[in-house]
């Protein structure tokens, strides 16, 4: 018996119109991606520039550039979050992308990138299964996962473009305003 269930995106007006997009073929990835991070910065409670701009995250994207073994990484990390104690999805996301970047060798920029990447999988998921099958909408989970892994790429492309300057908690935090600035660009259809 599964226990999990789908906790959607809030029932906000920043929202509507990313929930009103997700999964729709008649809208690009590009742009159903952009009504996402558009929601995630304007809901007052998500707030998610300033999530990502946390210092442990600038933190976590020093170690991959100077850590080599994904469990000394993790190790540094956690150590991190229980100093601080430190808690939240977005700490979860942060060690995914933090393991990925270390194990495949990315470092710092590559960081980056998969922050951002499990970020957008992260708010598509919430709302994706409610509408898989839905007239107009995404007809099967495995367009689902191909959706996510569009949104996933164009994420990492945006975070990519953006030199990563030397991180100290300034930079890091005007580095995640400029990424997320050019999420949340709608390109014309």
């Given at each position: 018996?599964?226990?999990?269930?789908?906790?959607?995106?809030p029932?906000?007006?920043?929202?509507?119109?990313?929930?009103?997009?997700i999964?729709?073929?008649?809208?690009?990835?590009?742009?159903?991606?952009?009504e996402?991070?558009?929601?995630?910065?304007?809901d007052?409670?998500?707030?998610?520039?300033?999530?990502?701009?946390?210092?442990?995250?600038?933190?976590?994207c020093?170690?991959?550039?100077?850590?080599?073994?994904?469990?000394e990484?993790i190790?540094?990390?956690d150590?991190?979050?229980?100093?601080?104690?430190?808690?939240?999805?977005?700490?979860?996301?942060?060690?995914?992308?933090l393991?990925?970047?270390?194990?495949e060798?990315?470092?710092?920029?590559?960081?980056?990138?998969?922050?951002?990447?499990?970020t957008?999988?992260?708010?598509?998921?919430?709302?994706?299964?409610?509408?898989?099958?839905?007239?107009?909408?995404?007809?099967?989970?495995?367009?689902?996962?191909?959706?996510?892994?569009?949104?996933?790429?164009?994420?990492?492309?945006?975070?990519?473009s953006?030199?990563?300057?030397?991180?100290?908690?300034?930079?890091?935090?005007?580095?995640?305003?400029?990424?997320?600035?050019?999420?949340?660009?709608?390109?014309?259809?």
């Amino acid at each position: 018996m599964g226990t999990s269930t789908n906790q959607r995106s809030p029932d906000r007006p920043t929202w509507r119109l990313a929930q009103a997009l997700i999964g729709r073929a008649d809208v690009s990835p590009a742009n159903q991606s952009a009504e996402l991070w558009r929601a995630a910065s304007l809901d007052l409670e998500t707030n998610i520039s300033s999530r990502l701009s946390d210092p442990i995250l600038a933190n976590a994207c020093v170690t991959a550039g100077v850590v080599t073994s994904p469990v000394e990484a993790i190790r540094s990390y956690d150590s991190l979050l229980n100093e601080t104690r430190a808690v939240g999805f977005i700490f979860d996301l942060a060690r995914r992308a933090l393991v990925r970047s270390v194990a495949e060798n990315q470092g710092s920029q590559g960081f980056a990138r998969e922050l951002f990447a499990e970020t957008i999988a992260y708010y598509a998921s919430r709302d994706l299964p409610s509408y898989v099958g839905k007239k107009g909408r995404i007809a099967t989970t495995t367009e689902v996962i191909q959706l996510k892994n569009q949104l996933q790429q164009h994420a990492r492309e945006i975070a990519g473009s953006l030199a990563l300057p030397k991180i100290s908690k300034e930079t890091w935090s005007s580095y995640v305003l400029r990424v997320t600035d050019k999420l949340r660009s709608r390109k014309k259809s």
